[in-house]
């Protein structure tokens, strides 16, 4: 069995930064995730909010998160998390790599994309739909795509879209976005961009090999080669049920990251928080390291 003073389960911002704190603090670290490091930052087109950044892309900022936590001494391994448990005061994590043993563990593992549920959404899923704009809107050049959804992941996106569609309809079902007021406001602007707003989408059709058009709660039919899902996200958690108290799904931490059980702590998307953002995740990556730190003096 490995043993460390501190496991990482997740490289996202949270767990990477997580990952650089407590290297950095001379601790045995090491952070698993079965798809890499970089997490949903992967799939972020263009960030201009992070702290410090001028506008750079999400891949860029995940290898510069890698980088500093592998030069501080943490190990990044591409495993998966299968079980956790506390034993004698260690914890015993189950990889897809063998068992690690851990003094604290910091649980990282972010969210997934939510899907709608609509007719058609499972069929054309890589036929047209889609849940992430940078993978796949470039087949869509000159083409005519919706967007559903009125969070920061929509307009965000509808914006990049609207770089490469010839039009871009973004449905939503309020006749408000949640989105940040600057996005709404570059939306507004673009005259590309239309809004269907007030209306779920209930239908997706094809032709069987491709989306064709997209009906509305209102009867409404789109013409549309492309449908991109940014419904909003579900956490990683399943891991925990039953071993950490979780709010729908969201791992319960208080403000120093910890969660119900002693050492262990949850950092960014998969914890209760109001705000996700990639500068609140690598906040509470460092805070999570912080309070492990803590945690183990305190042994
Ligand atoms: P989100 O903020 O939860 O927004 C999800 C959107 O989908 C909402 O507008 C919601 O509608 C809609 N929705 C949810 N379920 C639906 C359903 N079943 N049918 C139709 N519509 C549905 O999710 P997100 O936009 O993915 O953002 C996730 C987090 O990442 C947020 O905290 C966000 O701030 C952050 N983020 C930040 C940036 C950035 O800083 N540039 C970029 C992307 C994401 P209602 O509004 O009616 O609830």
Same mark, same amino acid.
């Given at each position: 069995?490995?043993?460390?003073?501190?496991?990482?389960?997740?490289?996202?911002?949270?767990?990477?930064?997580?990952?650089?704190?407590?290297?950095?603090?001379?601790?045995?670290?090491?952070?698993?995730?079965?798809?890499?490091?970089?997490?949903?930052?992967?799939?972020?087109?263009?960030?201009?909010?992070?702290?410090?950044?001028?506008?750079?892309?999400?891949?860029?900022?995940?290898?510069?998160?890698?980088?500093?936590?592998?030069?501080?001494?943490?190990?990044?391994?591409?495993?998966?998390?299968?079980?956790?448990?506390?034993?004698?005061?260690?914890?015993?994590?189950?990889?897809?790599?063998?068992?690690?043993?851990?003094?604290?563990?910091?649980?990282?593992?972010?969210?997934?994309?939510?899907?709608?549920?609509?007719?058609?959404?499972?069929?054309?899923?890589?036929?047209?739909?889609?849940?992430?704009?940078?993978?796949?809107?470039?087949?869509?050049?000159?083409?005519?795509?919706?967007?559903?959804?009125?969070?920061?992941?929509?307009?965000?996106?509808?914006?990049?879209?609207?770089?490469?569609?010839?039009?871009?309809?973004?449905?939503?079902?309020? %006749? #408000?976005? &949640? +989105?940040?007021?600057? !996005?709404?406001?570059?939306?507004?602007?673009? =005259?590309?961009?239309? $809004? /269907?707003?007030?209306?779920?989408? %209930? #239908?997706? &059709? +094809?032709?069987?090999? !491709?989306?064709?058009?997209?009906?509305?709660? =209102?009867?409404?039919? $789109? /013409?549309?080669?492309?449908?991109?899902?940014?419904?909003?996200?579900?956490?990683?958690?399943?891991?925990?049920?039953?071993?950490?108290?979780?709010?729908?799904?969201?791992?319960?931490?208080?403000?120093?990251?910890?969660?119900?059980?002693?050492?262990?702590?949850?950092?960014?998307?998969?914890?209760?928080?109001?705000?996700?953002?990639?500068?609140?995740?690598?906040?509470?990556?460092?805070?999570?390291?912080?309070?492990?730190?803590?945690?183990?003096?305190?042994?």
């Amino acid at each position: 069995m490995a043993d460390y003073d501190i496991l990482v389960i997740g490289c996202g911002p949270a767990g990477l930064c997580a990952a650089s704190y407590a290297a950095r603090a001379g601790y045995r670290t090491i952070a698993v995730d079965s798809l890499g490091p970089g997490g949903q930052l992967l799939f972020i087109d263009e960030i201009e909010n992070y702290p410090g950044q001028a506008s750079t892309s999400g891949y860029a900022l995940a290898e510069a998160f890698e980088k500093q936590a592998t030069s501080f001494g943490a190990e990044i391994a591409f495993s998966e998390a299968k079980s956790i448990k506390k034993e004698n005061g260690s914890f015993i994590t189950e990889t897809s790599d063998g068992e690690i043993r851990s003094k604290a563990v910091i649980f990282a593992a972010g969210a997934r994309h939510r899907h709608l549920g609509c007719t058609g959404e499972e069929e054309y899923q890589g036929k047209g739909v889609s849940y992430c704009a940078t993978c796949d809107g470039p087949f869509f050049r000159g083409k005519d795509i919706i967007v559903v959804g009125g969070g920061d992941t929509a307009l965000t996106d509808a914006l990049y879209l609207s770089k490469l569609g010839r039009t871009v309809t973004i449905v939503h079902r309020r %006749t #408000e976005f &949640r +989105g940040q007021k600057a !996005l709404q406001d570059r939306v507004f602007a673009k =005259d590309n961009i239309k $809004l /269907q707003l007030g209306k779920n989408l %209930t #239908e997706i &059709r +094809g032709d069987g090999k !491709l989306v064709k058009e997209a009906v509305l709660s =209102d009867g409404t039919v $789109l /013409q549309a080669d492309a449908v991109f899902i940014f419904v909003g996200i579900i956490p990683n958690s399943e891991l925990l049920e039953g071993v950490a108290e979780l709010d729908h799904g969201f791992v319960i931490t208080d403000g120093k990251m910890e969660t119900s059980v002693p050492g262990l702590f949850a950092a960014g998307d998969v914890r209760t928080t109001p705000f996700r953002q990639v500068v609140t995740a690598a906040g509470d990556g460092a805070a999570a390291a912080h309070a492990a730190d803590e945690y183990i003096q305190n042994l």
